[in-house]
């Protein structure tokens, strides 16, 4: 019950930031977290590397909404999406895989009336998590054995990285499905 209850706390707090005026509110919520990263005790370090990691796509988004808007609204925008990021590395750091995903099965419990299986849900949602720090992996070590051979990782030789990524990643999806066929998965 607690794993619900901080779940719908989680989605309803990072919906509504997205929701609230751009004034002193924001300002509340970024105290609130770091209020909430204090009690559970975050390390601000490995905060700070996760804030860096996603800063380009929270400056993609900021000059998108610049071309199309105007620059405080485009800051404002940038906020609020570094406090949801904030917000989702606290979540993510307090809780398992596992109870997320059991979580999003009890949620999903009322699809039953529609026949509707919450067990493939509970799997489903179990593999996207668990195979992202796989490809992270992955990743890595392709980028280590390209140092290690002398090829830059840059965009001229982004062909060959991303070939052999996806090749990794259709063989991940090959061990998963011949993994959840022997366990009795066929649909």
Do not use: H
Request: with cysteine.
């Amino acid at each position: 019950m607690k794993n619900i209850i901080s779940f719908i706390i989680f989605i309803i707090y990072a919906t509504l930031v997205f929701f609230l005026p751009n004034t002193k509110v924001i300002l509340i919520c970024i105290l609130i977290n770091l209020i909430i990263m204090f009690l559970i005790k975050i390390n601000i370090k490995s905060f700070f590397k996760s804030l860096i990691k996603i800063l380009p796509f929270i400056l993609f988004t900021f000059i998108i909404n610049l071309f199309l808007d105007n620059l405080i609204n485009a800051f404002w925008i940038g906020l609020k999406l570094i406090i949801v990021c904030n917000i989702t590395i606290i979540y993510s750091s307090t809780t398992s895989i596992l109870e997320i995903t059991e979580t999003i099965k009890t949620l999903c419990s009322p699809l039953k009336i529609f026949k509707i299986d919450t067990e493939d849900i509970k799997i489903l949602v179990c593999i996207a998590l668990s195979i992202i720090p796989i490809l992270k992996r992955d990743l890595l070590e392709m980028k280590n054995a390209c140092k290690v051979k002398g090829i830059e990782f840059n965009i001229k030789n982004m062909k060959y990285i991303l070939s052999k990524f996806f090749l990794s990643i259709i063989m991940r999806t090959n061990q998963i499905e011949e993994a959840l066929i022997a366990k009795g998965y066929n649909s």
